[in-house]
């Protein structure tokens, strides 16, 4: 089992990723839409871990990601993770260093943290797609770039999100405006 603290998005740039899975399995590329449970969230995943308990973290979370004005960024190109078949939205926009804040502050409260969200290879994302085979990894761009790319989002809270339940526990963070 596998946990994130993440962001989530505002209510466009959500229907906007879930157009962009519902354009992939149209095109009979398997999508978040049906991936596992099948009630995955829009998200960027900051941290994955075997295990995040809620703690003192949270206040750096609040103080990196939501203490000013709501960050706004953009979502595109699209990209993949070749090992898996992980098609993905980049995301520009993120403060780095308040992403390494977050990281130094999760102590005990994060289990076993994946060496791919750590600060210095953390790649900021929204995944697409998974399983895709390398040769139509192509056709999964298209289908994307069709429906979305490059577009403006806002993060509009954060979320402890359990990939084998699927369950989203909203954060008590908001950013202002939102």
């Known amino acids: 089992m596998a946990q994130g603290i993440v962001l989530?998005?505002?209510?466009?740039?959500?229907?906007?990723?879930?157009?962009c899975w519902q354009s992939l399995e149209?095109?009979?590329?398997?999508s978040l839409a049906s991936y596992t449970h099948g009630r995955h969230a829009p998200h960027i995943s900051l941290v994955v871990a075997e295990r995040v308990d809620v703690g003192e973290w949270l206040g750096t979370l609040g103080e990196a990601f939501f203490a000013g004005p709501p960050i706004s960024v953009a979502l595109g190109p699209v990209s993949a993770f070749p090992a898996g078949g992980?098609?993905?939205l980049g995301v520009d926009g993120l403060d780095r260093s308040a992403h390494s804040r977050l990281v130094a502050s999760l102590g005990d409260d994060v289990a076993?943290?994946?060496?791919?969200?750590?600060?210095d290879v953390w790649i900021p994302h929204?995944?697409?797609?998974?399983?895709?085979?390398?040769?139509?990894?192509?056709?999964?761009f298209a289908v994307v770039a069709s429906v979305l790319l490059p577009t403006p989002?806002?993060?509009?809270?954060?979320?402890v999100?359990?990939?084998e339940s699927?369950?989203?526990d909203r954060l008590p963070v908001a950013a202002r405006g939102a």
């Not at 149209?26 to 398997?30: E, I, N, Q």
């Not at 929204?126 to 999964?140: H, N, Q, V």
């Open 8 to 19: 989530l998005l505002d209510a466009a740039a959500n229907a906007a990723v879930r157009d």
């Open 26 to 30: 149209r095109a009979g590329l398997r």
């Open 86 to 88: 992980w098609v993905y």
């Open 112 to 119: 076993e943290p994946w060496e791919h969200y750590l600060p």
């Open 126 to 140: 929204i995944t697409l797609a998974s399983g895709i085979d390398g040769d139509r990894i192509g056709e999964a």
């Open 153 to 159: 989002a806002m993060i509009e809270g954060a979320a």
């Open 161 to 163: 999100i359990d990939s």
């Open 166 to 168: 699927g369950s989203v």
